[in-house]
């Protein structure tokens, strides 16, 4: 393109789209190439939509011109007004005279229905009583996180949760809350199961949900970005007054917080719902994007201008390389960190993202607090506008760790050698007996050592929002398997992602055999196919409770800065692996029990007990140790006990 965008000024201070006081608001936008920018004042959240209703007698809303300054490409008014409690939007007239359209700004912080026009608030008036004081669970390091990822809707949804706010992010503030089985569900079922912390799916303003319509059925994951720096409409209890959403999801966070559970956001600054129609295009037109060379066949495209680059899948690409988008996302998890008090981010399609803006989010957030999460998905989902070489892709992901900060990626070896390859739903792999070896599968206990730098790099999962959850993808690749057999299963693949070096994750559901009806990619499924039946609970309450004495376990050792050595067992289907000389890991995939009697590597004269087995309990003596069938068993070395090296027996 022939504009020179590394031109474009960057201002060093501080820009606040709106500031307002009883005496008056000042509001700024950043647009450098513009030839005129306005902002528009509404009386009511409809905005621009309403924009020629009358209101008592008069116009309801007001025009003010705004003036630039030159050295900073910021866009200025002061109104002499208390506009506290209007709304507001700006409109961008680009360099050839084209009105782009009425935007609340790309740092908006309070926005009405549908985030088409922002609202003039005082943001301390939307704090939860009590908030001053909330302060974020301790947490001594990253790697000692245990994830629980979830939708919002998913987790509260289901007619025996027992919980009154469903689908609202007040549902994770009740407490007491029994599902139609008498079990704790909801936040309290979250504090049962022991895990650290919630990732929760996009909590931000997204466009792929009318927030207008909250009694029509509709659903969507939120990969869909509108407005960044605001808490998403439909998850509230009214979407039409800012204060509430503002006000519920710190109510939300606080609760978490209360019950000992750190809070993860799901962020998508790798693309935007609507390029068109987006805050970003509309203040700074193709500043805030990847384009490709090729010309447009896209007739919504002016002629001359290049296509939109898209290695999201999703019709865009921002460029986050450049100064303003980098500024942009490292304030707005700031934001997100000061305001709302969130503890960790995991990031979309992070691939997209370079990796110096990466690792300025580290050290921003860092800063702060280094125990704070940050995460993402190391690749893209298509090719990008960037060289590879530049991007936060697994092969530079060494760059992103520094002095014990790091930023950390999900483990596909680990998942795949485990459940078998993403690209196959019934191709299978350790778990039913059919990956060929287990070298993926060691890769992925170890922490992928070839491509992080540390383990506390790692996220090690083998089931997430994408793709098949793990119930079904064992159904499919395990089609003749029983109920009991699909439960081993289960607790197998579990036992080896809280068995790992790296830090934990699940999947919402997971751990009570969650389905889906076998919906490989169900971001805009109904509820009667996302939603988690609770009553699952009550029936694999087995499952249930293993996870529970597995993440209980996990917390009192930290794999993380353990050394690992797998032991050379030729059997199929069998893998073995100690941590230092003290916590001994043996899986057995097989459909039969196995007796190991001779393990290399394991001291002659140490004594071990059985901490934990997933299923029936293992047989354990001095000289032999049998694994049930489609199992896994875990042992500590007794404290005391004489160490040496050479052959071993158990």
């Known amino acids: 393109m022939e504009r020179n965008f590394d031109a474009y000024p960057v201002p060093n201070g501080q820009i606040c789209e709106m500031v307002t006081t009883a005496d008056y608001t000042r509001f700024q936008l950043w647009s450098p190439e513009a030839s005129a920018v306005c902002v528009w004042i509404y009386e009511d959240s409809e905005g621009v939509h309403h924009a020629q209703r009358m209101w008592r007698g008069s116009l309801c809303y007001l025009n003010y011109p705004m003036a630039m300054d030159p050295l900073t490409g910021i866009w200025a008014v002061t109104v002499e007004a208390d506009l506290r409690g209007k709304f507001y939007a700006f409109e961008v007239t680009d360099a050839r005279g084209r009105k782009l359209g009425q935007t609340p700004g790309i ?88 895990v650290t912390h919630v990732h929760l799916l996009p909590s931000f303003d997204f466009g792929s949900v009318d927030e207008a319509a909250p009694h029509v059925p509709q659903y969507n994951w939120g990969y869909d970005p509108m407005n960044y720096n605001v808490p998403e409409g439909s998850y509230s209890t009214d979407a039409r007054t800012p204060a ?70 999703c019709g865009n690409e921002t460029a986050s390389e450049r100064a303003m988008m980098r500024r942009f996302m490292v304030e707005s998890v700031l934001h997100w960190v000061r305001e709302y008090h969130v503890d960790g981010f995991r990031f979309d399609l992070m691939g997209l ?46 760059q992103l760790y520094e002095n014990g900060c790091c930023v950390a990626a999900f483990g596909d070896e680990l998942r795949d050698a485990l459940r078998g390859p993403w690209n196959n739903d019934r191709r299978g792999a350790f778990l039913t007996g059919q990956g060929k070896d287990c070298a993926g599968l060691q890769k992925g ?20 929002h994408d793709d098949l959850c793990l119930a079904d993808r064992i159904r499919m690749t395990a089609p003749m398997a029983d109920l009991q057999e699909r439960e081993r299963l289960q607790k197998l693949a579990y036992t080896v992602v809280l068995t790992s070096r790296g830090i934990p994750f699940i999947w919402c559901g997971d751990e009570m055999m969650r389905e889906r009806q076998g919906v490989r990619n169900c971001y805009n499924q109904p509820d009667s196919v ?9 029936e694999h309450l087995g499952v249930f409770d293993y996870f529970c004495r597995l993440i209980r376990w996990r917390r009192l050792h930290s794999l993380c800065d353990e050394s690992v050595e797998f032991l050379p067992i030729k ?23 196995v007796s190991l009697r001779q393990l290399p ?38 404290a005391g006990s004489a160490l040496n090296g050479g052959k071993s027996f158990l």
């Open 445 to 464: 206990i170890a922490a992928a050592m070839d491509w992080l730098a540390h383990p506390a790099q790692m996220i090690s999962y083998v089931s997430c």
């Open 353 to 398: 993202h370079d990796v110096d803006t990466m690792r300025a989010i580290r050290d921003a957030l860092a800063a702060i607090d280094p125990t704070i999460l940050v995460y993402g998905e190391a690749w893209t989902a298509a090719a990008p506008g960037l060289p590879a070489d530049r991007l936060a892709l697994k092969q530079n992901m060494r």
């Open 244 to 313: 509430v959403r503002i006000r519920e999801f710190k109510a939300m966070v606080m609760a978490l917080h209360g019950a000992g559970l750190r809070v993860v956001m799901d962020v998508v600054y790798n693309h935007v719902h609507s390029l068109e129609s987006s805050p970003l295009q509309r203040t700074c037109p193709d500043y805030f994007f990847r384009w490709k060379e090729e010309k447009s066949q896209t007739p919504s495209y002016p002629q001359g201008r290049c296509r939109p680059s898209n290695g999201s899948g």
């Open 601 to 638: 590597g394991v001291p002659l004269t140490a004594s071990w007990r059985v901490a934990l087995h997933s299923d029936k309990a293992p047989h354990l003596t001095r000289r032999q140790l049998v694994v049930p069938a489609q199992s896994a068993v875990v042992l500590t070395r007794v």
């Open 530 to 538: 996302n939603a988690i039946s609770w009553h699952l609970k009550a």
């Open 571 to 593: 059997r199929k289907g069998v893998v073995a692996y100690v941590y230092g000389q003290g916590i001994m890991v043996v899986l057995n995939s097989c459909c039969r029990d």
């Open 107 to 194: 740092f908006a912080k309070a926005v009405g229905v549908n985030g088409r026009v922002a609202q003039v608030l005082d943001l301390r008036e939307t704090d939860p009583e009590g908030w001053a004081q909330d302060r974020r669970p301790p947490l001594r390091r990253p790697s000692d996180a245990i994830i629980y990822e979830m939708h919002h809707r998913d987790f509260s949804a289901d007619a025996q949760s027992g919980i009154r706010h469903k689908g609202k992010f007040l549902a994770l503030t009740e407490h007491g809350v029994l599902t139609a089985d008498g079990l704790p569900s909801g936040i309290d079922h979250l504090v049962e199961m022991g």
